[in-house]
């Protein structure tokens, strides 16, 4: 059974780089896209972007300057970068399987405050 | 603000049934499959139904989704109290070129 497992740094502070890990056990990583989701109080459920095993990647325009997503197929994970945060990108963090999402990581708490 | 309309809320008493709507537009809903997740308090979503009605393995058969041109609507029958979570649709939109959700709809069981 495929599971998503995430990690990363859940405190920043503003104008710092947030940096998330996912990795993918027990099932294929390659013929997959793999997508990041954001959920926020003020915001719901809100798209990041996706990348697939080959690197290709697409974005949320709104985010589309400060987010750099990546596949390490060596790995089986794939990994968010979002630069320049600021309180406005609290949030839980979710990468997930597919364009879609059919199964979803556990989901990281990132809370940015000075 | 989202892109799909939800109600906030909706309610029900066990055994009752309950209907949910997820409103877009002719670049999300009205030209794109449909899913609905579960979200429980301090979990991730999970997807139910796929595909505008179609039930992942395991999902009961009174959970139902259905979509009439632009809207969506999931449809719970006898309700149950483990019923009680937050529900979000999503489709893929054209003109983002990425999945859009819902704001969620938060299910109480009275």
């Known amino acids: 059974q495929v599971q998503l497992q995430q990690w990363g740094a859940g405190l920043l502070k503003p104008s710092e780089t947030l940096s998330l890990t996912c990795g993918v056990y027990?099932?294929?990583?390659?013929?997959?896209?793999w997508s990041w989701v954001r959920q926020s109080p003020g915001k719901g459920l809100e798209w990041i972007g996706e990348?697939?095993?080959?690197?290709?990647?697409n974005y949320n325009p709104s985010l589309k300057s400060r987010v750099t997503l990546s596949a390490d197929t060596s790995k089986n994970q794939v990994s968010l970068e979002l630069k320049s945060v600021t309180a406005a990108d609290t949030a839980v963090y979710y990468c997930?399987?597919?364009?879609?999402?059919?199964?979803w990581g556990q989901g990281t708490m990132v809370i940015v405050s000075s | 603000q989202s892109v799909l309309t939800q109600p906030p809320s909706a309610s029900g008493t066990p055994g009752q049934r309950v209907t949910i709507s997820c409103s877009g537009s002719?670049?999300?809903?009205?030209?794109?499959?449909v899913n609905w997740y579960q979200q429980l308090p301090g979990t991730a979503p999970t997807l139910l139904i796929h595909?505008?009605?179609q039930r992942l393995s395991g999902v009961p058969a009174r959970f139902s989704g259905s979509r009439s041109g632009t809207s969506a609507s999931l449809a719970i029958s006898g309700l149950q109290s483990e019923d009680e979570a937050d529900y979000y649709c999503?489709?893929?939109?054209?003109?983002?070129?990425?999945?859009?959700f819902g704001g969620g709809t938060k299910l109480t069981v009275l």
């Open positions: 999503a489709a893929w939109d054209d003109s983002l070129n990425g999945p859009v």
């Open positions: 990348v697939n095993h080959g690197g290709s990647t």
């Open positions: 027990g099932g294929f990583f390659t013929g997959y896209y």
């Open positions: 997930a399987r597919g364009r879609m999402g059919d199964i």
């Open positions: 595909t505008f009605n």
């Open positions: 002719n670049s999300n809903i009205g030209s794109n499959t």
